[in-house]
């Protein structure tokens, strides 16, 4: 018999299983702790209980390689490892459908949250995967930070000290994968809310909060970052080494995310973390009343008006709650005033309550998200962190209650490991010597027995009519409890301790099974009865604050009851209770935390502390039964059912009572006699080894099995599918021959019909050449026979012919004979009349040709083409000079209609000019081609003359720049002459000032040389307005215009009396009286083509004009 497995025995610092360890003492048991602990191996075997010592520093052995390591693998086969336990207790979960308990056990400080962590990271790591897992995993896992943010205070043991007890059952389906779970919280430690002994910190939330909410928080929850702002925060210890608030809060917020908290509920739960804060600020003061009572009275009104901001409650309604009591009789309201300490009281009362309901609603909101979907049946694995057995200086009512929750699961230990265990082996009629050990049930019983146990003498006190206190209380367990061998008190009627200095009067003693605890009875009853006044709860639920309201609902006036709420020591009594029935279903895993020591250091291995620890949780008796006994025990029924397949004559069915079929299996089996005994139902097996031996050879059994059941189905499998590839491949042959066959029948078809076409159009053939060889023989005789009647016809026609033209001849010759003699008789007629007619044919042909020839030879349209085409004939010469003439004419009409009225006149004034000057004046001709613009000036848009222009009413109609003679020296001055229908205006070149104005009457006639100068002299009537300083000699370049122009305008203005142009060399000028001769000579060329004036005498001026070149 060999298992071919690692074993904890190989390298293995002292010994891994303390059932091993020899010799067995307290001293090498606690030596062998040493050892390991000095190697950092901290955990430590007895059987299947785990040691665990608490290393105080990070250990490099829960990394994923080891979580595959241990995976899978037998608990023995390793080193001892709290993976090992875990995956022992997973896969009997999944593979054996039993439900499991985790029981972790320890003094506080112990490390029990974090094995408990451990065992749950592990099984989570191990366990099935998908999305849907990830995410139950995920809730699951991040239940614990925000728990213990709310749940976990640093006290002087432990700076993570779980100040409430935790059982969580995981629930798995029947492949293993995690559906959800249900958290049961145990009785929080509410006092440390108001008040923390010295060296301790409240719960961790209150310091997260300040350290890590930002700005814009903690002013929503108009908080101050500051702990010293805070009554309920004990300032000394504020800090804790190693813990970082800020960071924790952050990790959970975002755990209460993933738990599946939603914004605003976060948000509500914050609200009732800085309420409680405020709560604490509040201060009262007496106030005294006319009966001469002290009623008190909010100090400082602010920390009240801004918690009640934060919930929502009206604050009068609540400081009217802080100052009165209003007690509910059957049919009667009392209202009594409250003094200071009852204002405190009452406060601290509601800040406790208030914390506490917070934190019952956090487990019931986790278990709501967490719980599994699924309703159909599923395995469950608990497990248990609850908090640890704790001995301060000063005890109350909550190490009390502590305390004897340890003391129950120590007993559960007790119960199935030691007297369970012992029972069993004498009720199976095992070989057994009695092992000794304590059993707690003795102190279990002096706590919680119905009659005269401590917590029903606390109830019965509390219930009891009249003037009740802690002293009244601890006088009752004197008297009852007296006698009881593990109560002690210095007034207790056992006079043993009467003289004990070390138990004062206020106090009582209980030896627990993990030594002794002095409790103070300060505050038992108090805390036991638990009451919040009603005033404060109907206060909390008229808040406008959704959570608040929910979690008051006894403050709901419509359901007063007046009946006592159960006090806090039945309530955890009785869920204690169900705590420890519902474990007993269930197959106990155990861990047993010690503490190496009390500094929270590491490497640090206090003997005297481990010795106690190992003795209280009795290892040593654990050690020593494990020993004696057996590792492992079934009745013969499973056991039979399990291994028979181990032996052929036991396999497949065994017919025979089944203990005679597992001695058949063992002897079969060759199993050594020592390794296993026969109890009455069930067989005990010594040794794990040997179950790893039975539960290899089943694993490999199996496998064989499995194997057999693959090669049968497998061949099964594979006849079916010959059988069908069988039949189907007669079907496919025949459909496929059928297919080919009528393939081929097709083919010979079309190739018989291809060969019976070719014969049957060969024999056409043939016999078509036959039929058309008889159709040709028949074709030539009758061709043969045409010719001859053709010939023969032809000869006959021939001969017709030549008698025919015989006889046409005679009649020709007689025409012709006829006709002679016709034209000789008519000859005389026709001379007489052709030749007029012929004349008149032909003249009529020459002018149609002519006529013709012209329209295709007319010359262009312009008036002055003078081009003409030749004259054809001599005798059309007057008719081609006035188709000649008409034609001009004809095509200066039609150049004429096409001028606009505009050009037209533009036409008459060079017309005008043409009949003033023409051969008269040499200036003439030059001026033919210069187009008569008018306004030289621009006068109307020129800017410069805008002035002269509005100074003339008329239209002007010339503008233009002459030279003024002077009279004196015949020189030149420059004026604007301006002709409008009325005036000629001369002004100013520069200044645009009017000179002289000469009304168009009053002009005679205007005289200008012959020559090519631009001197003209204006003649005024004598007697006239203007003609005072005389004539107007002056000259311009434009000359010709310029008279045209007032020769047309003079005219019409004259009423039809012509403005005369007198064209002469010589003329007479009136200057003031003188009349001056003008006369112009001609001069030598010049440059510039000037003329030049100049006054010879009084009666002469000369002006000479450069002839022209
Ligand atoms: N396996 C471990 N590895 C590293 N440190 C550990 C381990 N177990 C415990 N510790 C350290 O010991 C401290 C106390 O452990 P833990 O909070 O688990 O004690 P506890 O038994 O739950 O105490 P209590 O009863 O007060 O809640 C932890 O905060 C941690 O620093
Ligand atoms: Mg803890």
Redesign the pocket.
Same mark, same amino acid.
Request: charged share 30%.
């Given at each position: 018999m060999e298992v071919k497995t690692k074993s904890l025995l190989d390298n293995m610092i002292g010994v891994g299983d303390m059932v091993l360890l020899e010799p067995l003492s307290e001293d090498s048991f606690i030596e062998n702790l040493r050892k390991r602990f000095d190697h950092n191996e901290i955990y430590t075997y007895i059987g299947s209980v785990v040691i665990s010592m608490n290393p105080y520093k990070s250990m490099l052995i829960y990394s994923p390689e080891k979580v595959e390591e241990y995976r899978n693998r037998n608990f023995y086969e390793l080193s001892p490892h709290i993976y090992a336990l875990a995956d022992e207790a997973y896969r009997s979960l999944r593979d054996q459908d039993k439900d499991q308990c985790i029981l972790i056990t320890g003094e506080s400080g112990a490390g029990?949250?974090e094995a408990s962590k451990l065992v749950m990271s592990y099984v989570a790591a191990v366990c099935g995967k998908g999305q849907e897992v990830n995410k139950v995993k995920e809730q699951l896992l991040q239940s614990n930070p925000v728990l213990e943010a709310f749940g976990n205070a640093k006290t002087v043991r432990n700076d993570n =000290? =779980?100040r409430f007890g935790k059982y969580m059952d995981i629930e798995f389906d029947f492949k293993g994968d995690p559906l959800g779970g249900v958290i049961s919280n145990y009785l929080l430690e509410k006092s440390r809310v108001v008040k923390q002994p010295r060296g301790e910190r409240n719960f961790h939330i209150f310091y997260q909060l300040l350290s890590g909410a930002s700005d814009d928080t903690l002013k929503k929850l108009k908080l101050d970052r500051d702990f010293s702002k805070y009554n309920y925060l004990s300032l000394d210890s504020a800090v804790v080494n190693g813990l970082d608030d800020a960071t924790s809060f952050r990790t959970v917020r975002n755990a209460m995310q993933i738990v599946g908290f939603m914004e605003d509920e976060v948000q509500s739960v914050l609200e009732l973390v800085a309420a409680v804060l405020k709560l604490g600020n509040i201060e009262f003061k007496p106030e005294s009343r006319c009966n001469g009572t002290d009623e008190s009275r909010v100090k400082d009104k602010n920390d009240l008006k801004e918690m009640c901001e934060l919930l929502g409650i009206e604050q009068s309604v609540l400081e009217r709650a802080f100052s009165y009591r209003t007690v509910e009789a059957k049919l009667e309201k009392v209202s009594t005033t409250l003094n200071v300490a009852q204002a405190y009281y009452a406060r601290d009362a509601l800040a406790k309550n208030l914390y506490s309901r917070l934190f019952s609603w956090i487990v019931t909101r986790i278990n709501e998200s967490i719980k599994a979907q699924a309703k159909t049946r599923h395995k469950v694995m608990g497990v248990l962190?609850i908090?640890g057995f704790e001995i301060f200086d000063d005890n109350s009512f909550e190490q009390f209650i502590i305390n004897y929750c340890n003391e129950k699961l120590q007993q559960i230990f007790i119960e199935l490991t030691l007297r369970e265990e012992q029972e069993e082996y004498i009720r199976e009629d095992i070989e057994w010597t009695n092992i000794e050990y304590f059993n707690n049930a003795i102190i279990c019983d002096l706590i919680e027995n119905h009659q005269n146990g401590i917590l029903a003498m606390l109830d019965e006190e509390c219930l009891r009519p009249g003037t009740v206190t802690d002293e009244t209380f601890l006088d009752k367990l004197n008297t009852v409890c007296a006698q009881h061998q593990h109560f002690e008190s210095r007034l207790s009627k056992n006079s043993k301790f009467l003289t004990d200095h070390s138990l004062p009067h206020s106090c009582f003693r209980i030896q627990h099974y993990a030594g002794k605890v002095l409790y103070r009875v300060e505050g038992f009853v108090d805390k036991n009865n638990d009451l919040l006044y009603r005033d404060l709860s109907q206060a909390m639920y008229k808040a406008n604050h959704s959570l608040i309201k929910h979690l008051f609902p006894e403050g709901n006036p419509a359901k007063v009851n007046l009946k006592r709420p159960p006090t806090a020591g039945f309530q955890f009594k009785a869920s204690v209770g169900t705590l420890m029935r519902n474990l007993q279903t269930k197959n106990p895993n155990y861990i047993r935390c010690i503490k190496p020591n009390d500094k929270k250091a590491p490497h640090i291995f206090t003997e005297s502390l481990v010795c106690h620890q190992v003795r209280y949780l009795g290892l040593m008796e654990n050690v020593r039964v494990r020993r004696a006994g057996y590792a492992f025990r079934q009745a013969y029924e499973p056991c039979l059912e399990r291994y028979k397949m181990l032996c052929k004559r036991t396999w497949p069915h065994w017919r025979g009572p089944a203990r005679e079929g597992v001695e058949m299996l063992m002897a079969d089996l060759q199993v050594p006699a020592e390794e296993f005994s026969y109890g009455r139902s069930k067989i005990f097996i010594r040794n794990p080894r040997t179950l790893f031996f039975l539960e290899e050879r089943r694993r490999q059994c199996l496998q064989d099995l499995a194997t057999l059941i693959q090669k049968i189905y497998r061949g099964w499998k594979c006849r079916t599918h010959f059988l069908l590839l069988k039949k189907s491949q007669i079907v496919v042959a025949a459909w496929y021959r059928r297919y080919a066959q009528e393939k081929k029948y097709q083919k010979i078809k079309r190739a018989t019909t291809v060969v019976q076409s070719y014969t049957r159009g060969w024999q056409a053939r043939k016999l078509l050449r036959e039929l058309k060889h008889q159709k040709r023989c028949k074709e030539a005789v009758t061709t043969i026979a045409a010719y001859w009647h053709g010939t023969q016809a032809r000869r006959e026609l021939r001969q017709l012919k030549e008698a025919a033209r015989n006889k046409h001849a005679v009649s020709v010759i007689w025409a012709g004979w006829q006709g002679t003699k016709v034209r000789r008789e008519y000859r005389k007629f026709f001379r007489a009349n052709a030749g007029k007619k012929i004349y008149n044919f032909t003249i009529q042909r020459i002018m149609q040709k002519y006529f013709l020839g012209l329209k295709s030879t007319l010359p262009s349209m312009s008036p002055i083409d003078k081009n003409w085409p030749v004259r054809p004939y001599i005798f059309l010469d007057g008719v081609h000079t006035e188709l000649r003439r008409i034609f001009h004419l004809w095509r200066c009409k039609k150049y004429r209609s096409r001028f606009t009225e505009d050009k037209k006149a533009v036409y008459e004034e060079k017309l005008e000019a043409s009949e003033l000057f023409k051969d008269k004046k040499a200036l003439y001709p030059s001026s033919v081609s210069q187009p008569f613009k008018g306004d030289y000036l621009e006068i109307s848009k020129n800017p410069k003359y805008q002035k002269l222009n509005s100074s003339v009413d008329e239209k002007v109609l010339l503008a233009d720049v002459v030279n003024k003679i002077n009279r004196a020296n015949g020189k030149g001055a420059t004026r604007i002459l301006l002709l409008t229908k009325k005036n000629v205006v001369l002004a100013d070149q520069k200044t645009g000032q009017v000179k002289a104005s000469v009304a168009l009457p009053d002009l005679t006639s205007v005289s200008v040389s012959t020559q090519n100068d631009g001197f003209f002299a204006l003649r005024l009537k004598e007697g006239s307005a203007s003609a005072v300083k005389g004539d107007f000699l002056l000259s311009s370049e434009h000359l010709i215009e310029t008279i045209t122009k007032l020769h047309h305008i003079g005219s019409a203005a004259s009423d039809g009396e012509q403005l005369n142009v007198d064209i002469a060399d010589e003329f007479l000028v009136q200057f003031k009286q003188d009349k001056v001769c003008v006369k112009f000579i001609q001069g030598a060329p010049k440059n510039g083509n000037g003329a030049s004036c100049k006054r010879k005498n009084n009666r002469l001026l000369e002006v000479s004009v450069p002839a022209s070149a």
């Amino acid at each position: 018999m060999e298992v071919k497995t690692k074993s904890l025995l190989d390298n293995m610092i002292g010994v891994g299983d303390m059932v091993l360890l020899e010799p067995l003492s307290e001293d090498s048991f606690i030596e062998n702790l040493r050892k390991r602990f000095d190697h950092n191996e901290i955990y430590t075997y007895i059987g299947s209980v785990v040691i665990s010592m608490n290393p105080y520093k990070s250990m490099l052995i829960y990394s994923p390689e080891k979580v595959e390591e241990y995976r899978n693998r037998n608990f023995y086969e390793l080193s001892p490892h709290i993976y090992a336990l875990a995956d022992e207790a997973y896969r009997s979960l999944r593979d054996q459908d039993k439900d499991q308990c985790i029981l972790i056990t320890g003094e506080s400080g112990a490390g029990k949250t974090e094995a408990s962590k451990l065992v749950m990271s592990y099984v989570a790591a191990v366990c099935g995967k998908g999305q849907e897992v990830n995410k139950v995993k995920e809730q699951l896992l991040q239940s614990n930070p925000v728990l213990e943010a709310f749940g976990n205070a640093k006290t002087v043991r432990n700076d993570n =000290s =779980s100040r409430f007890g935790k059982y969580m059952d995981i629930e798995f389906d029947f492949k293993g994968d995690p559906l959800g779970g249900v958290i049961s919280n145990y009785l929080l430690e509410k006092s440390r809310v108001v008040k923390q002994p010295r060296g301790e910190r409240n719960f961790h939330i209150f310091y997260q909060l300040l350290s890590g909410a930002s700005d814009d928080t903690l002013k929503k929850l108009k908080l101050d970052r500051d702990f010293s702002k805070y009554n309920y925060l004990s300032l000394d210890s504020a800090v804790v080494n190693g813990l970082d608030d800020a960071t924790s809060f952050r990790t959970v917020r975002n755990a209460m995310q993933i738990v599946g908290f939603m914004e605003d509920e976060v948000q509500s739960v914050l609200e009732l973390v800085a309420a409680v804060l405020k709560l604490g600020n509040i201060e009262f003061k007496p106030e005294s009343r006319c009966n001469g009572t002290d009623e008190s009275r909010v100090k400082d009104k602010n920390d009240l008006k801004e918690m009640c901001e934060l919930l929502g409650i009206e604050q009068s309604v609540l400081e009217r709650a802080f100052s009165y009591r209003t007690v509910e009789a059957k049919l009667e309201k009392v209202s009594t005033t409250l003094n200071v300490a009852q204002a405190y009281y009452a406060r601290d009362a509601l800040a406790k309550n208030l914390y506490s309901r917070l934190f019952s609603w956090i487990v019931t909101r986790i278990n709501e998200s967490i719980k599994a979907q699924a309703k159909t049946r599923h395995k469950v694995m608990g497990v248990l962190d609850i908090y640890g057995f704790e001995i301060f200086d000063d005890n109350s009512f909550e190490q009390f209650i502590i305390n004897y929750c340890n003391e129950k699961l120590q007993q559960i230990f007790i119960e199935l490991t030691l007297r369970e265990e012992q029972e069993e082996y004498i009720r199976e009629d095992i070989e057994w010597t009695n092992i000794e050990y304590f059993n707690n049930a003795i102190i279990c019983d002096l706590i919680e027995n119905h009659q005269n146990g401590i917590l029903a003498m606390l109830d019965e006190e509390c219930l009891r009519p009249g003037t009740v206190t802690d002293e009244t209380f601890l006088d009752k367990l004197n008297t009852v409890c007296a006698q009881h061998q593990h109560f002690e008190s210095r007034l207790s009627k056992n006079s043993k301790f009467l003289t004990d200095h070390s138990l004062p009067h206020s106090c009582f003693r209980i030896q627990h099974y993990a030594g002794k605890v002095l409790y103070r009875v300060e505050g038992f009853v108090d805390k036991n009865n638990d009451l919040l006044y009603r005033d404060l709860s109907q206060a909390m639920y008229k808040a406008n604050h959704s959570l608040i309201k929910h979690l008051f609902p006894e403050g709901n006036p419509a359901k007063v009851n007046l009946k006592r709420p159960p006090t806090a020591g039945f309530q955890f009594k009785a869920s204690v209770g169900t705590l420890m029935r519902n474990l007993q279903t269930k197959n106990p895993n155990y861990i047993r935390c010690i503490k190496p020591n009390d500094k929270k250091a590491p490497h640090i291995f206090t003997e005297s502390l481990v010795c106690h620890q190992v003795r209280y949780l009795g290892l040593m008796e654990n050690v020593r039964v494990r020993r004696a006994g057996y590792a492992f025990r079934q009745a013969y029924e499973p056991c039979l059912e399990r291994y028979k397949m181990l032996c052929k004559r036991t396999w497949p069915h065994w017919r025979g009572p089944a203990r005679e079929g597992v001695e058949m299996l063992m002897a079969d089996l060759q199993v050594p006699a020592e390794e296993f005994s026969y109890g009455r139902s069930k067989i005990f097996i010594r040794n794990p080894r040997t179950l790893f031996f039975l539960e290899e050879r089943r694993r490999q059994c199996l496998q064989d099995l499995a194997t057999l059941i693959q090669k049968i189905y497998r061949g099964w499998k594979c006849r079916t599918h010959f059988l069908l590839l069988k039949k189907s491949q007669i079907v496919v042959a025949a459909w496929y021959r059928r297919y080919a066959q009528e393939k081929k029948y097709q083919k010979i078809k079309r190739a018989t019909t291809v060969v019976q076409s070719y014969t049957r159009g060969w024999q056409a053939r043939k016999l078509l050449r036959e039929l058309k060889h008889q159709k040709r023989c028949k074709e030539a005789v009758t061709t043969i026979a045409a010719y001859w009647h053709g010939t023969q016809a032809r000869r006959e026609l021939r001969q017709l012919k030549e008698a025919a033209r015989n006889k046409h001849a005679v009649s020709v010759i007689w025409a012709g004979w006829q006709g002679t003699k016709v034209r000789r008789e008519y000859r005389k007629f026709f001379r007489a009349n052709a030749g007029k007619k012929i004349y008149n044919f032909t003249i009529q042909r020459i002018m149609q040709k002519y006529f013709l020839g012209l329209k295709s030879t007319l010359p262009s349209m312009s008036p002055i083409d003078k081009n003409w085409p030749v004259r054809p004939y001599i005798f059309l010469d007057g008719v081609h000079t006035e188709l000649r003439r008409i034609f001009h004419l004809w095509r200066c009409k039609k150049y004429r209609s096409r001028f606009t009225e505009d050009k037209k006149a533009v036409y008459e004034e060079k017309l005008e000019a043409s009949e003033l000057f023409k051969d008269k004046k040499a200036l003439y001709p030059s001026s033919v081609s210069q187009p008569f613009k008018g306004d030289y000036l621009e006068i109307s848009k020129n800017p410069k003359y805008q002035k002269l222009n509005s100074s003339v009413d008329e239209k002007v109609l010339l503008a233009d720049v002459v030279n003024k003679i002077n009279r004196a020296n015949g020189k030149g001055a420059t004026r604007i002459l301006l002709l409008t229908k009325k005036n000629v205006v001369l002004a100013d070149q520069k200044t645009g000032q009017v000179k002289a104005s000469v009304a168009l009457p009053d002009l005679t006639s205007v005289s200008v040389s012959t020559q090519n100068d631009g001197f003209f002299a204006l003649r005024l009537k004598e007697g006239s307005a203007s003609a005072v300083k005389g004539d107007f000699l002056l000259s311009s370049e434009h000359l010709i215009e310029t008279i045209t122009k007032l020769h047309h305008i003079g005219s019409a203005a004259s009423d039809g009396e012509q403005l005369n142009v007198d064209i002469a060399d010589e003329f007479l000028v009136q200057f003031k009286q003188d009349k001056v001769c003008v006369k112009f000579i001609q001069g030598a060329p010049k440059n510039g083509n000037g003329a030049s004036c100049k006054r010879k005498n009084n009666r002469l001026l000369e002006v000479s004009v450069p002839a022209s070149a």
